[in-house]
């Protein structure tokens, strides 16, 4: 069993709130070099989708730690953390974010809510020197809100990036085309360092 | 230093032969789901970036092997594993992979290399049940050979990708847009699962 | 009343076999300069959505002689043709093109059919001096077959493109994005032109 | 000489500010419906290609006035509309089109100009029932303002589209690919129709 069944069989991941695709969890974990050891703080839950995919990166060494304050969201989440075996690695905590984020010294900080740029403070501060926070929206507008929070704080090397991902068709008998229908867009991915001024890579 | 960084700063890492992108790493570790304790097999080692990247996911309980039949990349992926501090959990061998792969209950085996169709029924040999083979090509034609050689050795789930990121420029000044110009193509990715058919899901 | 009409109204014009996107009508009309007074053939007609298109644009001067070997789709394609008002324009010819061209110093040559490469001999002897060929097909094989037999017969400039048109949503209430899903493909369309090696542009 | 050589050979045609590409000049055309007789607005004239494209597609029996506020554009302008022989079809005004549309009855207002909003009202007057204003931007800011400015004049159907037009590499030797780059962004179009209200379709 891997994490990919997971997110595959509907049997397997009990979905709540909106899940995000394996493609964004991939650019996710790629554009900041997500690895074993890191520590990771995850908001909000959801699903936990997010959470266990980085769990699985991270183990054994590192660990997520999961804000939501949806208790039945929450709930949701332990169950499918449980489910991949991952509860070692994976915490949920039942609770509003923008209270304060109780971990220092975190690799890396994910937000997938309505609202990230209210939590941009907290990061900087939460954050490791080098680590990342990654705003991750479905608007042009809550990208812009995030993406300006994370100048005016500071962050530097920002990026935003939107990912399409398009299957393609290989058939022996019908030829090989991009199929015909398909996502064309679920989120704007923005990363932002935070790097001291005299450090900027 | 994250592993990040070692994509970005070109004084980190030697580049010899064309390397893959940060995107397409993500696209490999996301649909195999790619964890703490795999073993993959990677070929051709280039200057080893893809190795590195799935390195740093799998270790300290997984490990990588490179192999690389020029002796001058191989060197190159030393290098570069050596400074990424990989060197116990990536291991490059000078070896063309159509020769045999030693290794076996492999959990992911990348080939990003010109014919990856000859190299598909070792693969099958070596892969855990449920593990991936996965092929990264730039033209379809290489696309077809490895998707019609994965059909015809028994694998299950065959999947062919391509992934687009466009970069999106957020300025308060200049307002919002995608960038003008950008990377259109960089290559397919194919991924193949062993399954045995009455498991097959 | 506009020939965009025609193509979003379903009562407008009738639908037989799958139709053509205004998207793919606007490049073709685009990459072969369309205009008044040109002379183009049409096959096959289908539902006679891209010969009406094209109609709309050559005349009064112009001319579109539309080539459809089953009667049931030539019906189809007259009765849209007389909707749109334009049997003054364009013509349906009950007639397997593979049979002959019966026109000569064409301007255009639209080939949507399975099989576009057989036409383009004959393409090459009907079209004017700088007069284009273009094939519409959905697979890359089909491309292929239509771009070499392009090569092979002469025909210079030769540039195949897909076009991807792509919802924005724009909304005073719920923000700006993409849409969510869209139409990812529907063929690739190539073109190609009969110049003569010493004036190739 | 077809009006795609205009567009290709910089001989051609005089080049001053940055001109449309032909894949946004096929979209506006498509997503109009243009065609022969059509009464078109322009603005701005810029190097005048977006409305020589416009009066090939339009003449003999329209017409296309291109406003333009700035002498030394209306100069490459008019120099290209000659050259193109298009002097009967399209006419260039030095005017700012903020201070008023002359024309009425029109069928198709295209702006690309920085601030198409201010002309939305002028826009709805200048129209024929049933007619198009399209805005061409390059920004998600640009678009909002000119969409939001349809809306609260009255237009319905409004539609914004970004088109993306990739290059396919069909070669015996070497393969077939997407282009490895390519121009990713030229301008966000928006549509909007002046229907009313008991019409609107």
Redo the contacts between chains.
Sequence with gaps: ?????Y???KKMFKRGPQIIT??D????????????GDTVVDCGAGSGFLSC?MG??????GKVISYEKREEFAKIANYNIKKAGLEEVVTVKVKDINEGIDENEI?VITLDMPNPETVVPLAWKALKE?GYVVGYV???????SF??AC?DNGFSG?????????????R?D?????????????G?I?FARKIKKEEK?
């Design positions: 069993m891997r994490i990919t069944d997110f595959q069989k394996l493609k969890c991939g650019m996710i974990a790629a554009f900041t070099g997500l690895g074993n995919f699985n990166i991270v183990k054994p060494n690799d080098g479905p608007t042009i507008e809550q990208t812009k993406v300006f100048e920002i990026k935003t990036i939107e990912c399409i991902v398009r299957d393609i068709l290989v022996k019908r030829g090989t085309r991009p199929d015909t229908k398909g996502l064309w867009h679920t704007y923005s890579v």
